[in-house]
């Protein structure tokens, strides 16, 4: 049914208030945010590192190699399960002075291509060690590593140096008509592709960790390749996937990681903190793990742990990792088979130290002592290293994607959607989520506990009521900024709590939907939760917003954008019904676009929000895994959350509190129709017949309209 409705007004009121607590404060509440989360990273590592410190022998630094392994298997959902024979398609062949390149593509999963170019030395005789090398996150992927292939080659090893998914020729998202990448750069594809994968508790880098492992299995049926000396290889964001793919297949017997290991402590702490999709596993260092782990789960193979002194990833971190690893390998009697590779310079910079990464994989590659040759090679024509036709596996071969593979296993991950029959199921599915939503967003808070302190700014007398302007206290030192309007006549009135981080300006509050629920009678409490206004990051693509890298910060220590708002919210309640003229038994709540999603969180948690209103929400997080582009999905998404609960059933377990929900959002934050989100949440409505009641509304709301709270 569609009703006229007023838009609400209060963005400035509440702008007006975040500006004047937040003059009286040194850093801003995205700043106040981050140190927050570190102060709990620093927690989780500071206990890892007396762990490490309690382990004495060999077989106590198995044990926790074999522990580390077997949570990085469970963090990142496990490893696809696809063996056997590899596929395989050539497109020519490149012969050049000491070497020979092919160009191919092998199949990874089932019509999952990548794309690859295998070095070999120019003799033709073997069989050869090789080396999987990754490149870094450049939009050329592969093509970087020209000079490493030949170079190799003409010392006798032989390399494949593949395309990792969302580079070179293995777009994700990739526009014929515009020849690139809808979403933007490498950091872009992974932050897109990994969204949907982290809602079934998956994460993007068991699919990279695949293609390097698949790469072994096609290197292993060539009769050039000596299998039994298998290394890996790689910068920057390759230097992430070889510490993975090596930590996790036992196939590889030498590994060379650069620009890529340092620590969590000098990172979060650093001016670029935390990286990338699938360089911020979730709940890794809630976990007890941080960048040693990945070398330590090596030993006591050989190791280089590659670094320059002006890098991203800070320098003072790297020291720190290799002392500890030094130490990890002595366990073994096998110190020195650690190296720590140095050189001048910013991220990425190896050419100084080429000689010495090339000098130790032919050492404990080759087995040799011999002396590398070594001439810098310029590629001059893409078109030498480019495998298929178009330039594009999306054009040329086609085949599945990351989004078409996670759509289909998360078929067989999410929580089915049960429809509801009788009260006691409303009771059981209440109790479980309770649980689940606690464990999977990390909310602390407890509805009833102590009201917080809550600080007055200013005071305005209007027409009928009072406006203060607020600082409500949330974690640490943190404050979440807000109004309070309360109509000047006497006793507990009924009260509505707003959630919305909208940045719009609204000066005026005459005639806002605050000032007309305030005049009927109600106190109206409107707050922006954390960390609002959100400041800006590095935004890796337009799609994945401002709080992209944020999220994932949270997501390692185990806590969500949405748990941390819902935190705010519950706080917000439990002051709401502290105070006398608020009639606890009558609150309603609004929230607005992700802020919904926290509201339905927080009513749950809180039966004391009576009524719930949500406006241009996401309709379902399973629209995210449906979708192949998504937009601002950071701001709402929780790692697993669909292996427990969807939409859906926050609303079933509000029965029979009222849920109001007014244009409703897809995943790219377009509206949906009606009879789309009916059918989306069929399993709900198919609920309210057999429960009874009306508990669920589904509303337009127009330009004019005013909200329909009760």
Not at 44 to 54: E, M, P, V
Not at 312 to 317: C, E, I, R, S
Not at 663 to 686: I, T
Request: aromatic share 8%.
């Amino acid at each position: 049914m569609t009703i006229r409705l007023r838009p609400i007004c209060f963005g400035a009121v509440i702008a007006a208030a975040c500006a004047t607590v937040l003059g009286a404060q040194s850093d801003n509440p995205r700043a106040q945010l981050i140190k927050y989360i570190d102060g709990i990273a620093q927690t989780h590592l500071d206990a890892r590192k007396q762990a490490i410190s309690q382990i004495k022998n060999s077989a106590e630094a198995d044990r926790r190699k074999a522990m580390v392994r077997e949570k990085i298997l469970h963090l990142i959902g496990g490893l696809p399960e696809h063996h056997g024979p590899v596929a395989v398609k050539q497109f020519g062949t490149v012969t050049g002075d000491g070497f020979k390149m092919e160009k191919i593509a092998y199949e990874s999963l089932p019509g999952f291509w990548v794309t690859a170019n295998v070095y070999s030395p120019a003799s033709g005789e073997g069989p050869f060690p090789a080396i999987v090398v990754t490149p870094g996150h450049g939009p050329t992927g592969k093509t970087e590593d020209w000079n490493w292939g030949i170079n190799f080659a003409r010392n006798g090893i032989m390399v494949l140096a593949y395309d990792p998914l969302g580079q070179g020729e293995r777009l994700q998202y990739y526009n014929p008509e515009q020849k690139k990448s809808e979403v933007g750069g490498p950091t872009g594809e992974h932050g897109e592709a990994n969204l949907p994968a982290m809602l079934t508790g998956d994460d993007l880098a068991r699919y990279m960790v695949n293609d390097a492992m698949r790469a072994v299995d096609y290197l292993a049926t060539r009769k050039d390749v000596n299998a039994d000396r298998i290394g890996a290889f790689g910068c920057s964001g390759g230097g992430t996937a070889t510490a993975y793919f090596a930590a996790l297949d036992p196939r590889v017997k030498v590994a060379a990681s650069a620009c890529y290991i340092t620590s969590f402590q000098e990172l979060l702490a650093s001016p670029t903190g935390n990286q990338d999709a699938e360089q911020s596993i979730p709940h890794f260092i809630q976990e007890g793990m941080d960048f040693p782990d990945w070398v330590e789960a090596f030993a006591p193979k050989p190791y280089a742990i590659i670094s320059t002194t002006n890098d991203m990833f800070p320098f003072a971190g790297a020291r720190q990792s290799y002392e500890e690893v030094k130490k990890f390998y002595g366990l073994y009697k096998a110190d020195e088979r650690v190296q720590w590779i140095t050189g001048p310079g910013g991220h990425g910079n190896l050419g100084p130290i080429t000689p010495e990464i090339l000098t130790f994989f032919i050492k404990y590659l080759k087995g040799t002592s011999e002396k590398p040759t070594y001439t810098l090679m310029r590629l001059t024509d893409r078109q030498q290293v480019q495998c298929t036709p178009t330039g594009q596996v999306a054009t040329s071969i086609g085949g599945a994607t990351v989004y078409s593979l996670n759509r289909e296993r998360a078929q067989s991950l999410m929580a089915p959607e049960r429809a509801l029959a009788s009260k006691g199921d409303v009771k059981r599915l209440q109790t479980r989520l309770r649980q689940d939503i606690r464990t999977l967003t990390g909310i602390s808070v407890e509805p009833g506990a102590a009201a917080p302190i809550v600080d007055v700014k200013s005071t305005e007398q209007r027409e009928g009521y009072q406006l203060q302007t607020i600082a409500l206290h949330s974690d640490a030192d943190m404050v979440v900024t807000g109004v309070i309007a309360i109509p000047g006549s006497a006793g507990a009135k009924p009260a509505t709590l707003i959630l919305d981080a909208s940045p719009q300006d609204m000066s005026a509050a005459a005639g806002s939907d605050v000032d007309h629920l305030v005049k009927s009678g109600r106190v109206v409490l409107a707050l922006q939760p954390r960390p609002t206004p959100a400041g800006r990051e590095g935004i890796k693509s337009p799609y994945l917003g401002i709080y992209n890298l944020l999220s994932v910060r949270a997501f390692m220590v185990g806590k969500t954008i949405v748990g941390l708002r819902t935190d705010d919210a519950i706080r917000a309640m439990n002051w709401l019904c502290a105070r006398k003229d608020v009639n606890r038994s009558s609150i309603a709540a609004y929230g607005s676009g992700p802020l919904g999603i926290v509201l339905l969180h927080a009513a749950v948690l809180d039966s004391r929000i009576g009524s719930v209103v949500i406006e241009n929400s996401l309709a379902s997080y399973r629209m995210i895994v449906n979708q192949p582009l998504h937009r601002n999905a950071s701001e709402v998404v929780i790692p697993g959350v669909l292996r427990k609960y969807d939409t859906g059933d926050l609303i079933l377990a509000l029965y029979p509190r009222q849920v109001t929900v007014l244009n409703p959002k897809d995943a790219m934050g377009d509206a949906v129709a009606d009879s789309a989100f009916q059918s989306d949440l069929a399993y709900v409505f198919q609920s309210e017949k057999k429960l009874g009641g009306d508990h669920l509304r589904l509303m337009a709301r127009n330009p004019g309209d005013p909200l329909p709270m009760e």
